[in-house]
């Protein structure tokens, strides 16, 4: 019995250990391979873009207003104001009426002084993944400024680079360390599985539809 409990915890080690190096080296992988396209002044974007901006809850589950979001809408109307960025795809969850991350992000870009008729809504970006596809099979944008925080750009641009779109990351600020902490543990995770996604499952965005090419 204790043999078999011994063999039982050396493969539990062996497969945490080999775990733990797949983890590691697809991190390594997604973040080498894409930052040198991660851009922290606006001035090195060509003027006249497309923006995606990728989608996240606009307030934390304690009810307080969510730094991440926040951050990444000041970015984006600070490249409008610039000149840099013309049309902006909004894309997130809304896979309930009580959650819409898209009109939020919407809402929130007008009061910052982007015109409505400047942004497109994306309903079913429910993945980084689907909203990159979606960008380009749906939107028919396959040259485009992501915008998001830094931690999340090396996997979005990873995406991009798989699916053919020529994509630069413009990022936003990301809040204290203590606050984001937990995201940056299953960003970790997250860059995985998108390897696993791209490379073994095959995996599809959950929803493409109809083509609404924008026209600029």
Not at 26 to 32: A, I, Q, R, S
Not at 85 to 109: C, W
Request: hydrophobic fraction near 45%.
């Amino acid at each position: 019995m204790k043999v078999r409990w011994k063999k039982v915890v050396r493969i539990g080690i062996i497969i945490s250990i080999i775990s733990v190096l797949v983890i590691w080296l697809t991190n390594l992988w997604v973040v080498t391979s894409t930052q040198a396209r991660v851009l922290t002044d606006y001035r090195h974007l060509p003027d006249s873009g497309v923006a995606l901006v990728l989608g996240t809850s606009h307030k934390l589950m304690s009810g307080e207003p969510n730094p991440f979001f926040h951050n990444r809408m000041e970015t984006a109307a600070q490249l409008y104001k610039q000149g840099k960025i013309i049309h902006f795809i909004v894309s997130g969850d809304n896979r309930t009426k009580y959650y819409n991350e898209p009109l939020e992000m919407q809402k929130a870009l007008v009061k910052l002084g982007v015109p409505v008729n400047a942004i497109t809504l994306d309903y079913a970006g429910l993945r980084t993944l689907d909203s990159i596809v979606r960008c380009k099979e749906i939107f028919g944008q396959d040259n485009i400024t992501i915008i998001t925080q830094p931690f999340h750009s090396y996997r979005a641009l990873f995406i991009s680079d798989y699916y053919k779109v020529n994509a630069v990351a413009l990022v936003a600020n990301e809040p204290d360390r203590e606050t984001a902490a937990r995201v940056y543990a299953r960003e970790y995770l997250a860059r995985a599985k998108a390897v696993l996604d791209l490379y073994l499952l095959g995996t599809a965005p959950r929803h493409l539809g109809e083509k609404e090419p924008i026209q600029i």
